[in-house]
């Protein structure tokens, strides 16, 4: 009888849950019908726009002007002071400016937040996508979503370009890092969970924000893993590979979806209408609006308004433009030109109310009409220790250990010398990788706040224990141990497209240096993808792959002194040499020199 009654119980929840959405969405529905009857076809156009900080800072009267519907900060478009505090008044001084328009209608502002709200100084920086595959924890990277719209939100911004659900086949594509996997069932898994992180239960929460899941459709599957190459693969293969992200995290709640700049069998996306319309928004029922890639629409055509026309006919919804006025193609001639286009009938005027009727209605579920300011409460919570602990964890839940001779690892926290060695053993800029501070990220003291790994070691061993260092390799004579960090210096899109993977001279030369001391060697390769390492391998005792950590590098000195045991699996299959590239789990001959899901532990 209990278990009848329960059952009934749940079923009439779902019902009433059901029927309190469902009048939510038409009390949506009604405000967007409300307002779209009343618009101009210059105020439509200009809610299908979006505008990049530098472009208009100069000109910020022209978000009421040609009534703008978002701004976006670039990878190096930033505001002068980098702050939380110095972003909240950037947002609040904008959106009183869209505030002040006829129909008040508020600009949702965007942002790549990718590892964290990684365009703010002070900020909690995870690992990048690579090593939260590795963990292959859902809860945990809905957590790292969680908390970097948190910190989005003390900022005012409210939407971020993430989760990237790029499966990855080919290493030597520069943007590796930001995929979770090359395998589609681990992407599909963690995109939802990212999704749900980032948009709460409810978008409209206070520190919810609207997730934009990209590149659609196919970008990690170019050939030759170029950026913004050709993916030359049948339909059944695209969707097989490159769909599923899409699919679970549509389910799981997503608003946004940026296009790709790639090409599917020679037709760029970002012009593809079977895939933009019918297979997105027909076939998968996706209800949110298309933000095209920075610029992307000008691939299109040489003629900007016939690369607008084709753009916005199959399916694009807002144009992400970051040329100001004095430049080509720049978010004035947009407006201009796609209002010609609607005067000429060669974009519907449907085509424009379908587009503004999805911003509009996804800019009712953020909640930015009732609540368009910086919610201030948050902003103190950027960079909290709370949050840092969090992306601690993230990094301790990364690491994939590669070989562990004579178990070496754990380490002993009462040694008598440790010698830590390697260009990124101090270097919170090489730990972070690209897209910090700015869009290509640096070597350095990148961002303020956070643990190299060398301090994280310091931090960890007892006080009789004697921590020596160098850069290259050398005094490691008489010690117990050696530990030497390299890896990849910061890059970010095509930058990091690289032929060659194999480490860098001053690398190679640093554990050369360590191994001929006669101590054992420790190497972590801080690297946004599989590396050629064999040479360097034979060289160490133990080995692991750190990926780009982050701020957290406690989370390194966590698993090398045991207070945490190694559970990462590579979430990609490693190469033994660059012809093995592309090689990925399910090929035939598959030969890696560790396979997709190795991992040791302790
Ligand atoms: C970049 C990237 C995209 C990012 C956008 C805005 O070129 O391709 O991932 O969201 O521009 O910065």
């Given at each position: 009888m209990k278990k009848y009654f329960a059952i009934v119980m749940i079923f009439m929840l779902t019902v009433t849950l059901n029927i309190a959405q469902s009048q939510k969405e038409k009390a949506v529905q009604k405000k967007v019908n409300d307002l779209i009857s009343q618009m101009t076809l210059e105020e439509k156009i200009g809610q299908m726009t979006q505008v990049d900080y530098d472009a208009i800072k100069a000109n910020i009267k022209d978000i009421g002007k040609y009534f703008i519907g978002s701004i976006l900060c670039g990878g190096?478009?930033?505001?002068?002071?980098?702050t939380p505090a110095g972003w909240a008044n950037l947002y609040d001084k904008f959106q009183n400016v869209a505030l002040k328009t006829r129909l008040r209608i508020p600009i949702i502002w965007g942002i790549d937040a990718v590892h964290g709200h990684n365009n703010v100084d002070g900020a909690t920086i995870f690992p990048h996508n690579i090593g939260l595959g590795a963990s292959r924890n859902p809860k945990l990277v809905e957590q790292v979503a969680a908390v970097t719209s948190a910190e989005m939100r003390g900022t005012g911004v409210q939407w971020d370009f993430a989760p990237c659900v790029a499966v990855s086949?080919?290493?030597?594509?520069?943007?590796?890092?930001?995929?979770?996997?090359?395998?589609p069932e681990l992407v599909k898994i963690l995109g939802a969970a990212f999704v749900k992180g980032m948009q709460g239960n409810d978008l409209s929460d206070k520190t919810s924000s609207l997730a934009c899941v990209k590149h659609?459709?196919?970008?990690?599957?170019?050939t030759n893993g170029k950026d913004q190459g050709n993916t030359e693969v049948d339909e059944a293969t695209l969707r097989k590979i490159h769909l599923p992200g899409y699919i679970s995290a549509i389910k799981a709640g997503a608003k946004s979806i940026m296009p790709s700049y790639s090409s599917w069998n020679g037709v760029k996306m970002h012009g593809n209408k079977y895939l933009l319309t019918d297979v997105l928004k027909g076939e998968l029922g996706f209800k949110g609006f298309l933000v095209s890639d920075w610029a992307a629409i000008d691939q299109l055509d040489k003629d900007y308004k016939t690369a607008i026309e084709k753009s916005i006919n199959a399916g694009l919804d807002m144009a992400m433009i970051p040329n100001g006025q004095g430049q080509k193609n720049n978010y004035i001639e947009f407006i201009t030109l796609l209002k010609e286009l609607v005067n000429e009938g060669k974009v519907p005027v449907s085509r424009i109310d379908d587009a503004v009727r999805r911003i509009l209605t996804v800019k009712f579920e953020t909640g930015v009409f009732d609540n368009p300011l910086t919610e201030k409460s948050l902003t103190p919570l950027v960079g909290s220790k709370a949050n840092r602990e969090i992306a601690r964890d993230a990094v301790r839940q990364s690491l994939v250990l590669l070989k562990n001779e004579n178990n070496l690892l754990p380490l002993s926290k009462n040694l008598k010398r440790i010698h830590v060695t390697g260009k990124s053993a101090d270097d919170i800029g090489n730990q972070c990788g690209g897209w910090t501070i700015s869009w290509q990220g640096k070597s350095g003291n990148v961002i303020s706040g956070g643990t190299t790994i060398l301090q994280a070691i310091k931090n960890t061993v007892s006080n009789s224990t004697q921590v020596t260092t160098s850069k290259d390799g050398s005094g490691a004579e008489g010690a117990d141990v050696c530990i030497v960090a390299v890896g990849e210096l910061p890059y970010a899109e095509m930058i990091g497209d690289r032929q060659d993977l194999t480490l860098s001279k001053e690398d190679a030369d640093a554990i050369q240096k360590a191994k001929s001391s006669g101590v054992p060697v420790v190497v972590l390769l801080l690297s946004g993808r599989a590396m050629i390492i064999e040479p360097e391998l034979n060289k160490s005792n133990a080995f692991i792959a750190c990926w780009l950590p982050g701020t957290e590098g406690q989370g390194v000195a966590d698993v090398l002194f045991g207070d945490f045991k190694p559970v990462g699996k590579l979430p990609i299959s490693w190469p033994k040499n660059m012809n093995q590239i592309p090689i990925n789990i399910?090929?035939?001959?598959?030969?890696?020199l560790f396979p997709y899901g190795f991992g040791l532990t302790y």
């Open positions: 190096n478009s930033e505001p002068d002071d980098i086949r080919n290493e030597k594509w520069g943007r590796s890092y930001e995929s979770y996997s090359e395998n659609f459709l196919g970008d990690g599957g170019t399910g090929d035939a001959n598959y030969d890696p």
